[in-house]
Structures are given as C-alpha cells and as structure tokens.
C-alpha cells in the first residue's frame, strides 16, 4: 500500500486518507488511480459514484462464452448498476431520449465506461438477409480486442431481449470483425431487472453477453417529494400566470 501511495501525487493520497476508511477499498481504488492515471476529480468521481462496490457486478454469462483469460477480464470491466445521472434525466424516458443523451455527453459515458473504450457509432446499420437491422451504440475496447455492442432498454429486462443481443453479435461478427479480434462482447444496459430472469435468459446464448442495470436522476426523499407540488400542479399555475400577464 505505501508503495502504491508514493506513486500517486499527494492531491490524490489526501482523498484517498480522508474519504476512504476501509483497507482493502483504499488499496484498491489506489491501484486503479496508478493504473489508468487519473486525475484528483475523476478519483473523487470514481469514489462518489461508488465505483469499487459497483465494479465486476454486472451479470453475464461470459465464463461459459469466452476464454478463462478474456472472461476475468471482460466480466470485471463491467458494472452494475451504472451511473447516468449526468444525463440529467429523471422519470419515464425512451430509448432515443437515453441514447440522445449519452452522445451529448459522451465523454461523461466514456469516463463511466471505464478505461479502453472506444466509441465507434450510434444506430450503425447491419444487413442480414436483406434486412436492415440498427445498433444503438457500438464500441472497441482496447484491452479486450473486441467490439462491444450496447443495447438501451427505458424499462425492465426481458428475455427477448438477450436473443436480439445473440444476433446482433452474430451480425457484427460477421460484418465487422477481422482476423485478429475476439469475438464480440453485448451489454444490455437497462432500467431494472429480475436475477432470476436475467439468468435463464443467458443459460442459453451462445455469445457473450452482459446485463446491467443504469440509474438517472437520484429520487428525492419521501418527505421532500410530497412536500413539492405535483407537475399537473406547477403546470396549472403556469397557464394561470400566462393569462393574468
């Protein structure tokens, strides 16, 4: 741990004091700074997201669908849930609103991501069969040496969910990767989901597939949300001061 503290600039060693009591998390989160370089603010980032509870928590069949070396890796690259509430959304969205939001802010995503990402195109356009078919959000990752396709879901998961991801990646594969990549990695990232149902929609894909959670805005607490008016209420003393004016 001192060996790892004297590699970190002394900004980032007094954070790290400060804010992190428990051992093993301070080492870890020491280790990641060292690691991918990062600044005092993404540092106090990762630590206000929560990154170290969160990371290598997405559930995925990856140890049945890539190689010991790539699953490890694969499997503690991804998280759950994700963070999204610099998208600045809250409530009921769609898919396009999400999706629109993340390009705004890409580098935020990016940074959320985590390190390798590379971002590669929104809706990029596959044909099978004759048919068009649209990607949401495509990526290469660095370390892995893989594309990483990410599909947006505004509400639970659902099983049919994991076979459009299996073909997606059977698409990708077959229309993008070369020689000297691996094969491609999905991740659904949706608004909640069910274990059990994450689990047995997996049991039986062949390919390689993460299911993660995301949150937006954070709600506020009970008392405070009803002591605020509702939105059909803040509407109607809208119109009313429109046509007093």
Known sequence: MQRLLHNLPWGQNIVLLERVKRPKEREWYAREAVKHGWSRDVLVHQLESGLYE??????????????????????????DPY?????????????????????????K????????????????????????YFVDLLFYHCRLRCFVVVELKAGAFKPEHAGKMNFYLAAVDAAMRHAEDR??????LCRSKNRVVVEYSLHGTGKPIG??????AKELPGDLKR??????????????EDLSG
């Open 54 to 79: 969160r990371q290598g928590k997405a559930l995925t069949n990856f140890p049945r669908t890539l190689p010991p070396e790539q699953s490890d890796l694969a499997r503690e690259l991804l998280k």
């Open 109 to 132: 995503f990016l940074l959320e991501l985590g390190t390798g990402f590379a971002f590669v195109g929104r809706q990029v356009r596959l044909v099978v069969g004759g048919e068009e």
């Open 183 to 188: 094969p491609s990695i999905g991740m659904i």
């Open 83 to 107: 963070d999204l509430e610099f998208l600045g959304l809250g409530g009921d969205v769609d898919e396009r609103v999400l999706e629109g939001g993340i390009l705004e802010r890409l580098q």
């Open 211 to 216: 299911v993660a959670s995301y949150t937006l």
């Open 227 to 240: 002591a605020l008016p509702a939105p059909e209420e803040i509407e109607r003393a809208v119109r009313a």
